[in-house]
């Protein structure tokens, strides 16, 4: 019997990079820039068409869980491995780490080891990702083939490392429909790109927008500095030397210095880029794990800006991350004021404590207070100091 095949996504034949076109710039320089043509763009109609006969269909909208905290473990490690019906009641996401800090040694028993959790370790209603290899490298291949057909519906997110452009997620998103297929998986799973390379940064918005798969985005800040060639040696956080000095003054007096932070581009730009394609941005790791100061700051810079989490390389991460990434007991409470001064439309102002509130305002404790719920129904101590109702 002959089967219906979906019709070949004008996406596959497009080509790796869109086409280059000029534009004359300021000051008539001419400037080159990246010109979409109707060539590099799937059809709509096509967009949520299963890569593979016999796939999930692709989500219209991703499903949004509670992701305050992506917790890696080396699933070849038995020590860490045996600590994770514990660690799953305190955190979001447990991530079963294949790529960096998996010595080669380790990659095989790494993966078959995530099998073995995805199979037998009850982690209750956390989340289970996973970070396999690099799309260059020898084992990301069998990364995905084995965690797909074996386990397909265990992981929740793929975490692909080193993305360049969106023809990265494209080449996933056909390979995992395949092994979905294969391997009759019923719901797809989902994809998230760290960024960290420069050229992933110039394409963050193409590779945001890149497959219905796609539920977030989180910072490389390590691969990311190499990439770039910054010259830093650590795993995020500030650096000394990147700050702005006080213009001269009072002769030859000291003229204070203020530290900068490295990351507001990238950040800002990738909260952008995730937000208008409707998926989830992250701050990535805080390797000074000794410093947790820092890390709660760079952690709450993140959060203020629109980030949603952050990784955590140690227990002691977990508690800064649920600290920062929760709203503040406080800001909720003055968020229900707003809200119920503002009634039910939202619309007009008001004055409350000599500050002007109208829809724009209504709008920032809406998204306080949603946040506040959805944390809620997940984290009962969150729910009784919001006075709010768990397991909503
Ligand atoms: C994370 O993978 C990083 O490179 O910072
Ligand atoms: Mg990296």
Excluded at 213 to 232: E, F, H, N, V, Y
Aim: a negative charge; aromatic letters at 6%; glycine letters at 8%.
């Amino acid at each position: 019997m002959a089967v219906e095949r979906p019709a070949t996504p004008a996406r596959a034949r497009a080509p790796a990079r869109p086409p280059v076109g000029l534009l004359s710039g300021h000051l008539g320089a001419l400037r080159l820039v990246a010109r979409p043509t109707l060539r590099d763009v799937r059809s709509p109609k096509d967009f949520f068409r299963p890569l593979a006969v016999g796939a999930p269909a692709p989500l219209r909208e991703v499903p949004w869980r509670p992701s305050r905290m992506i917790h890696f473990f080396d699933p070849s490690n038995a020590r860490m491995v045996a600590k994770l019906p514990g660690l799953a009641a305190q955190v979001d996401v447990l991530l079963g780490n294949l790529e960096d800090a998996v010595p080669a040694a380790a990659k095989e028993p790494a993966r078959a080891g995530l099998v073995e959790v995805a199979r037998d370790v009850d982690l209750g209603t956390t989340s289970l990702w996973t970070r396999v290899n690099a799309l260059d490298s020898p084992w990301v291949l069998d990364d995905l083939t084995t965690l797909v057909t074996e386990v397909g519906d265990r992981i929740d997110v793929v975490m692909v490392p080193k993305v360049e452009g969106p023809e990265d997620i494209h080449y996933v998103d056909r390979l995992l429909a395949q092994l979905e297929a294969r391997g009759g998986v019923s719901r797809p799973v989902l994809v998230h790109a760290i960024l960290e390379t420069a050229s992933g940064m110039a394409r963050v918005e193409e590779i945001a927008q890149a497959s219905p798969r796609m539920q977030g985005i989180s910072l490389g800040p390590a691969d990311l500095a190499a990439d770039r060639r910054m010259k830093t040696t650590r795993v995020g956080g500030g650096h000394p030397g990147y700050l702005v000095r006080q213009d001269p003054h009072d002769g030859d007096a000291p003229r204070a210095t203020y530290q900068q932070d490295l990351w507001h581009y990238t950040v800002a730009r990738m909260v952008d880029a995730c937000v208008s394609a409707g998926i989830s941005p992250y701050y990535g790791p805080f390797g000074d794990i000794a410093d947790v100061v820092a890390c709660e700051d760079q952690f709450r810079n993140a959060y203020l800006l629109g980030c949603v989490g952050a990784w955590t390389l140690h227990p002691v991460q977990v508690d800064v991350a649920r600290r920062v990434f929760s709203p503040a007991v406080d800001d909720v409470a003055w968020a229900r004021r707003v809200v119920a001064a503002m009634g039910e439309d939202g619309r007009g102002a008001v004055m409350i404590d000599g500050k002007m509130q109208d829809d724009a305002t209504f709008k920032q404790c809406s998204v306080v207070l949603r946040l506040a719920r959805d944390l809620a129904a997940r984290d009962p101590e969150l729910a009784a100091a919001y006075g709010m109702e768990a397991g909503r």
